[in-house]
């Protein structure tokens, strides 16, 4: 509820529309204060988005400087963050020409938990790529084999340093807030 002149407004609902806001329409959120609900995430918690089975969104910049995005299997080993792919892919080829990145990843139970990372490939390499497609295939998909691969993709993994980590999570027991039924 708004009191006297406090021009803060507590956003309880999302509404997708069409057609930009009225100049009176504002919801602040005051700078370092998170809203209700919203925490930041710690390293730990971002190491947990790589424990789970939760898919990462890679984009790569493509020759002509436009994003290519890719859905892929990863895991975050120390501070470095490990992506498999074949030799011959448009990710690895993106990687070894502009080595930016950035990730996205949303837990599958909760999207509303969710971490965005800008960073650098400082490495790509074969050593170890097999036994490492085998580690990914048994974390998602429960067996400790792609049946997927072609024979003759080599595999190369390919090594992440973040730079920057934007991270939010909302508790479960906020949702009802974008379906309230007595905010329009």
Same mark, same amino acid.
Do not use: C
């Given at each position: 509820? =708004? =009191?006297?002149?406090?021009?803060?407004?507590?956003?309880?609902?999302?509404?997708?529309?069409?057609?930009?806001?009225?100049?009176?329409?504002?919801?602040?959120? &005051?700078? /370092?204060?998170?809203?209700?609900?919203?925490?930041?995430? /710690?390293? +730990?918690?971002?190491?947990?988005?790589?424990?789970?089975?939760?898919?990462?969104?890679?984009?790569?910049?493509?020759? +002509?400087?436009? &994003?290519?995005?890719?859905?892929?299997?990863?895991?975050?080993? +120390?501070?470095?963050?490990?992506? /498999?792919?074949?030799?011959?892919?448009?990710?690895?080829?993106?990687?070894?020409? +502009?080595?930016?990145?950035?990730?996205?990843?949303?837990?599958?139970? /909760?999207?509303?938990?969710?971490?965005?990372?800008?960073?650098?490939?400082?490495?790509?390499?074969?050593?170890?790529?097999? !036994?490492?497609?085998?580690?990914?295939?048994?974390? @998602?998909?429960?067996?400790?084999? @792609?049946? @997927?691969?072609? &024979?003759?993709?080599?595999?190369?993994?390919?090594?992440?340093?973040? !730079?920057?980590?934007?991270?939010?999570?909302?508790? &479960?027991?906020? @949702?009802?807030?974008?379906?309230?039924?007595?905010?329009?």
């Amino acid at each position: 509820m =708004q =009191q006297g002149n406090d021009s803060r407004r507590i956003i309880t609902s999302v509404e997708v529309v069409d057609v930009p806001p009225l100049e009176t329409e504002r919801y602040v959120t &005051p700078p /370092n204060e998170p809203v209700a609900g919203v925490t930041q995430l /710690n390293k +730990d918690e971002v190491h947990q988005f790589f424990n789970g089975r939760n898919l990462v969104f890679l984009s790569t910049l493509s020759k +002509d400087g436009s &994003p290519h995005v890719t859905p892929v299997w990863a895991e975050m080993v +120390d501070d470095l963050i490990l992506i /498999n792919t074949f030799e011959t892919s448009a990710k690895n080829k993106h990687v070894t020409k +502009d080595k930016r990145i950035a990730l996205s990843v949303v837990e599958q139970n /909760n999207p509303f938990n969710m971490v965005s990372i800008k960073g650098k490939v400082i490495g790509q390499t074969t050593e170890g790529a097999d !036994e490492h497609l085998k580690r990914l295939a048994k974390k @998602y998909l429960g067996i400790g084999k @792609y049946y @997927y691969r072609k &024979p003759n993709h080599k595999r190369i993994i390919i090594k992440i340093h973040p !730079e920057k980590i934007m991270g939010l999570s909302i508790h &479960p027991a906020f @949702y009802f807030l974008a379906y309230s039924p007595w905010t329009k």
